[in-house]
């Protein structure tokens, strides 16, 4: 086994007949980051332990390390999501003196936009497109609700997307064309994904178990192809794609009972999390000709080397994928890339800490993401 930078070598499965070599690289151990997003150039974003400034929102770029965001005025701030021209959502305290927190937009010479509120005291965002429409949830006035949100650049303004029964909603994604998917109390009394457009509005779009079925959906691509996690009727939770004019397609598990869909690419090749026999939560990659596979099969030596790839939170359409391992000492962030990095123009990892924690999120606890049990 080799090791450079971080870097661990993988093989091409020959059985296999699409593509499914990776080379896997250990963030914090080749930049010295970890990341919650990333883009198609190869930039990251999350937050970094500044020295003397503290938690903060970063952008890294290879061979240039990581550039401070800074905040709305209070302690911290953290980046959510990236787009192709690095632009940065994300969430941010607005006080010294208290824990408000709202959604900002950061762009290269503008710096940091506070996105406001649709008149309740806080806001967060978790997705933004390449025109810069960032989308996400805020509470509404007197913080009756939380309710999914659309801000964009050339109004600068926040709107609410509703409902489906007119309580509490949340966006967690957004393509090209403006059309969000996200989730939603609805009048079944469970959760449902949604999809909005400009034209159509607020869709509720059903699950895998039938018109009481509970889910979300968690990403979507430019064509509406939505993935995400939904309920089967029988008390497990399914990775699902959902297509305009297919409907709901379950993507199947790793050999065990649950799994959740978290993002797809522009082609309709999709990455999550499921549990295998062993009811373990593992890393996979879908396509339509290889079906369902575990990411940890696909790098040589998979748990055996101590890499055991726990969720894939990203893929690009280049076909890089963002994963974490979850252990017992925490989450340690991978990029798998088909081609290897060029790591001469890797800067030395900083020295200092890394810090993934714990902003105040706003919202509704329900709309957390499905977690598959360990």
Do not use: C, K
């Amino acid at each position: 086994m080799t090791y450079r930078l971080g870097m661990v070598v993988v093989v091409a499965l020959l059985a296999q007949s699409a593509r499914a070599d990776y080379f896997a690289y250990d963030l914090e151990t080749t930049f010295g980051i970890r990341a919650t997003a990333f883009n198609e150039n190869r930039q990251f974003a999350g937050s970094f332990d500044f020295p003397g400034e503290g938690l903060r929102a970063f952008r890294f770029d290879i061979g240039s390390g990581p550039i401070n965001l800074g905040t709305l005025g209070g302690a911290f701030s953290m980046a959510t999501a990236l787009n192709n021209v690095g632009w940065v959502a994300g969430d941010s305290r607005i006080n010294p003196a208290n824990s408000v927190v709202h959604s900002f937009l950061w762009r290269p010479g503008i710096g940091m936009t506070d996105l406001g509120t649709l008149g309740g005291t806080g806001s967060s965002s978790a997705a933004v497109n390449q025109v810069g429409w960032v989308v996400g949830n805020s509470q509404t006035p007197g913080n009756a609700f939380t309710q999914a949100f659309l801000w964009r650049p050339e109004t600068g303004t926040m709107v609410s997307l509703g409902s489906l029964n007119n309580s509490n909603s949340a966006a967690t994604g957004v393509n090209l064309g403006g059309s969000i998917v996200g989730v939603s109390d609805s009048s079944a009394g469970v959760n449902r994904p949604f999809l909005w457009t400009p034209t159509g509005g607020l869709t509720e779009l059903g699950g895998l178990g039938g018109p009481n079925a509970a889910g979300r959906a968690n990403g979507i691509n430019d064509a509406n192809s939505i993935v995400g996690a939904s309920s089967r009727g029988d008390g497990t939770t399914g990775a699902f794609l959902w297509q305009p004019g297919a409907g709901f397609l379950d993507l199947g598990t790793l050999g065990g009972i649950n799994a959740s869909a978290s993002s797809i690419t522009q082609s309709g090749i999709v990455v999550g999390t499921s549990e295998n026999a062993g009811l373990e939560p593992r890393a996979f990659v879908w396509d339509a000709t290889n079906g369902i596979r575990d990411l940890n099969d696909l790098i040589l030596g998979g748990g055996g080397i101590g890499l055991t790839l726990t969720n894939a939170l990203a893929i690009s359409d280049r076909g890089d994928i963002l994963a974490v391992r979850q252990g017992q000492d925490g989450a340690s962030y991978f990029l798998l890339t088909e081609q290897p990095l060029d790591t001469n123009s890797v800067p030395a990892p900083a020295a200092f800490a890394l810090v993934l924690a714990a902003l105040p999120i706003l919202g509704y606890r329900r709309f957390r993401q499905t977690r598959v049990a360990a």
